[in-house]
Nanobody, 124 residues
């Protein structure tokens, strides 16, 4: 089992920044991919960004490319999402995800475990 705890959400104005964190614990040694997803009320969950644990390859959804940056600190077992240039349409619950499958992308099928989420609200 892997436990994921997100933090760093909040309310900002358009153009503002937030940094989300996701602390992983438990059986994390077999990680292959970590990622961020989001879900707004009434919408489907969508992939935001992912990073392969071994090679460090990064994957981004088109709608955040150039604004968001995914990174991880292996020593701290922590995943980050730096979000700049936030827009009202970025408002959603953001979830951290962890996967051991030999596949890494922003597709949720690559992931096995999920956090509880942290809320991001961007006002105009």
């Amino acid at each position: 089992q892997v436990q994921l705890v997100e933090s760093g959400g909040g309310s900002v104005q358009t153009g503002g920044s937030l940094r989300l964190s996701c602390a992983a614990s438990g059986d994390t040694f077999s990680a292959y991919c970590m990622g961020w997803f989001r879900q707004a009320p009434g919408e489907e969950r969508e992939g935001v960004a992912a990073i392969s644990v071994g090679g460090g390859s990064k994957y981004y959804a088109a709608f955040v490319r150039g604004r968001f940056t995914i990174s991880r600190d292996s020593a701290k077992n922590t995943l980050y999402l730096q979000m700049n240039g936030l827009k009202p349409e970025d408002s959603a619950m953001y979830y951290c995800a962890w996967g051991r499958k030999r596949s890494c992308s922003t597709n949720d099928r690559a992931f096995d475990f999920w956090g509880q989420g942290t809320q991001v609200t961007v006002s105009s």
